[in-house]
Every structure is written in C-alpha cells, then in structure tokens.
C-alpha cells in the first residue's frame, strides 16, 4: 500500500465508526505500535536516501492528519445530556463522615467537667515512670509485698545505674510530683493512662486510663472526701445512686477504703479506691504531717465507661472497631 491508498483508506474508516471503540480500532491499525503507517515511518531507516527523502515528510504529515481526524471525531462522540447542564442547588449533598468521639474520650471530658466545677486544677504526668515515684515516694520500698498487687512492665534501664523506669501502674505518682513542686491548700486531678502487665480478659486490660484525686490543706478530713466523692458521682450517674465505703489497704493511704456504687437495682460496683494521705507520703515530699492532711483517691476511667453506658468488656474500648465507636 503507498500512502495515498492508506490515507484513503483510514478517512474512510474514520468517517464510518459508528463509536469510540470502533474509532480506537482504526486508530491501533494505523497509528498503534504495529499500525500500517507506522510500520512504514519504522522502516524508513532501511531505505535509500533518495526514498526516504520522497517519503518520509509524507508519511509524517499523514499521520499527523490522521490523529487530528481521529481526535475530532473522538470529541464528536461525547455529547452532553440536559442532566449534565442542569445543576439542582436543591438536591443534598453527598454525606462527608465526620470523626467521632471515643467513649473514653467522652467520659475523660466529662469528668474533668464535673471537677473543675468543683474547683478542681487538672494536671498531666508521665507515662513512664521511676521505680521511686511509681512505688518508694508511695509508701511501697522495694520488697515490699504490696508491690504484687501492681504487676509491672520494667523497662530495660538505661541511664544512671541507680534508676530504674517502669510504665507507671497508677496515677499515684503524680501525687509525689505535684506535692514536690506546690505548697497546700489545693486540690488536684490527674487523668491518665496506666499499664499493667496482666493477662486480658472481660474486665482486664494491660493497658487503661485512671484518674487521680488528691486535695491537701489545713483540717481535710475523710468527710470531705466523702462529699467531694458523692457529689462526683451524683453529676456522673444521676441522683438516685447509693454509695458503700469499705475498709481496704494500698500503703500511700491510711486509713484506705474502697468506694462502691449501686445504681437502681443493680449489683455493688467497686469504682474507686481512696483514703487520707499517709504520713510517709508526706514525709517524702517534706510536708508536716502535722500541719496538713490530705485525702486521694484513684479510679479506673474505663470502669466508670463501663458503668455508665453499659459495656460488658473493657476490650470492645481498644480493638478498634469503629461499629463500637460510633454508637457512642
Ligand atoms: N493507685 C491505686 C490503684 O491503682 C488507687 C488509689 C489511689 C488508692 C489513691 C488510694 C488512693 O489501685
């Protein structure tokens, strides 16, 4: 075939497909990788110069001509529908998902809420740990049988030889930290996150949130413990909640107890642990026991979730399931 003929033959061809596919048949058979035309331009190198010179500016401005042919008729094809000139300002716009909020994170807001109306100061500590801050400073020295009731993820030292850091099992240490760095009257609370290293199941994890309580001054007496406690609980629960306070031992605390709740006809709910300020706390962060007291107390934030909305498994708080979530 000489170029007249292939260009006779490709008009015409462009001229009858019918749709774009037909049309991008005709473009491989001539302008494709293997097409006539450009297997002639591919096979001008192997002719005489006297040849190439006669053919290949024709060839070149053939093809040139056929692509824009092709591209026209191409264009011919998308025609446009009223429904794409109409825009309906009316119709609702596509549903953009938005972020949700953890339960947890509700829960966190909430009851800093509810302390801060009490006039309590939130305050913030860290994650890891020394062994002094998380056990010595609270009344716990190494040995000490109490310290199995928190079961600890070491760190592998590093620093100085005599430290050694820990993912901090409560938020009690905070209790040393603040007391170290303020002077009484104040009353503080420390939400934060916790780690013990335990095995998991419905109501375990080896990782959680507490929030700590500690208020200190002059003549703070478990009495108001007890109505700084009720009044929380009654802001988080609702009015009608029926309150326990049993004797119970952690070595930073004397006298300790543990507060349990009932809403309605339900079962005892252990929610907090508490007690006045031991003496030795004091000591070591050189208050004068005799000037001043101090209650603490210390609660599980997935606990009080729990509770409140109803969630059988502290696990559903950290799969990540997002069905969880966002019923929340
Ligand atoms: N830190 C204790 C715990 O994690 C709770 C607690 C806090 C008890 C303050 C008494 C006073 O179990």
Redesign the pocket.
Known sequence: MDLEQIKKSAINEINNASDVKLLEGVNVKYLGRKGVLTNILRSLKDLSMGDRRKIGPKANILKKELEDLIGKKKNSFINFSKDDLFFDVTKPGLKISSGHLHPLSKIDAEVRKIFLSMNFSVVDGPEVESEYYNFDALNIPANHPARD??DTFWLKSSGPAKSKFLLR????PM?VRFMETHNPPFQIIVPGR?FRYEATDMSHEFNFY?I??LMVGHDISLANFKFIVEEFCKKLFGPKIQFRFRPSY?P??EP?LEVDIKLGSGSWLEV????MVQRNVFDAVRYNPDEVQGF????GLDRLAMIKYKIPDIRLFYNGDLRFVRQF
């Open positions: 009731m928190w099992t409560h938020t009690s209790q916790v507490q700590e309580g952690f930073f605390v300790g907090m642990g508490a007690g603490a107390f210390g609660m």
